[in-house]
């Protein structure tokens, strides 16, 4: 299934052969499974552990000496003393991806190092699509009259519902997290916003990709994203246009955001 590593592969190359890597797999899977009539809790439980596997392998292969934090993983103790930490999600999006048909379902792999997302990619296998930090995105400029918010399927985020009705926002449902971030990143949407929580493995690479894109990245009070902390949950995540960003921050702060600026 893997490709031999390309030798002196960066950790952005590493990041997307990964991602696009696993995505195939994912995709084999998947189909493999529909076509024997597999039940949706097979399709996606299989998949999830493929993906993980691969992931934390060729990791331990290629990159010894770095911790991994994976959603289907246990606890590697390792990440709270070190340097480089992998942060992956092995298949985001398990509800979409037991859906015959869907393609809003991802992958995500990024490096935490000394402090700051350094790399990272997001694949969108079902759609034989990656965003990746080297080479960046290209952000598409934006013609639209009237901002197009990304959100939930399954139901509307209390932030996702008041930025919408400040900014007179269209309204687009995807299912993951990092399908929502990469609708931003290639002009199919402007704003993603999320509160309510998900986990780190959730938003680190989509956030270095949308940053890598020029795009704005933070929690909804405006304040930066920390990743690899003790505790995985995160409560909030903001991608949007640079130039959307002081009118999502207002409407969902206002008064307090411009007394008490996010340091």
């Known amino acids: 299934m893997s490709t031999p590593p390309v030798q002196h592969e960066t950790d952005a190359q590493l990041a997307t052969r990964l991602a696009v890597e696993a995505g195939r797999l994912l995709v084999q899977l998947r189909d493999d499974h529909f076509s024997r009539g597999a039940p949706a809790w097979q399709v996606m439980d ?4 493929a993906s993980h596997r691969f992931l934390v392998q060729a990791l331990q292969e290629l990159r010894a000496d770095d911790a991994v934090l994976s959603e289907e993983g246990v606890e590697d103790p390792r990440r709270f003393t070190a340097d480089r930490v992998w942060i992956v999600d092995p298949l985001d999006g398990t509800n979409e991806y037991g859906e015959r048909g869907r ?4 992958v995500h792999v990024a490096l935490w190092e000394t402090g700051r997302l350094s790399a990272g990619a997001v694949s969108l296998p079902a759609l034989d699509m990656v965003f990746a930090t080297d080479p960046a995105p290209a952000l598409p400029p934006n013609e639209r009259e009237r901002p197009r918010l990304v959100t939930s399927r399954t139901r509307n985020p209390p932030a996702a519902v008041v930025v919408a ?11 993951s997290a990092g399908a929502k971030a990469m609708a931003v990143v290639v002009g199919e949407a402007d704003i993603y916003v999320h509160d309510g929580g998900m986990y780190q493995w959730d938003s680190a690479a989509p956030a270095v990709v949308a940053e890598a894109a020029g795009l704005h990245v933070s929690r909804i009070d405006g304040s930066p994203l920390v990743y690899n902390q003790r505790d995985p949950w995160l409560p909030d995540f903001l991608v949007c246009r640079k130039e959307l960003a ?9 008064d307090r955001r411009r007394r008490f600026p996010a340091r």
């Open 165 to 175: 009705n400040a900014l007179g926002c269209d309204a687009v449902r995807l299912g």
């Open 103 to 106: 393609h809003d379902w991802a």
């Open 246 to 254: 002081d009118g999502v921050l207002d409407a969902l702060w206002g």
């Open 46 to 49: 299989n998949g999830d552990l």
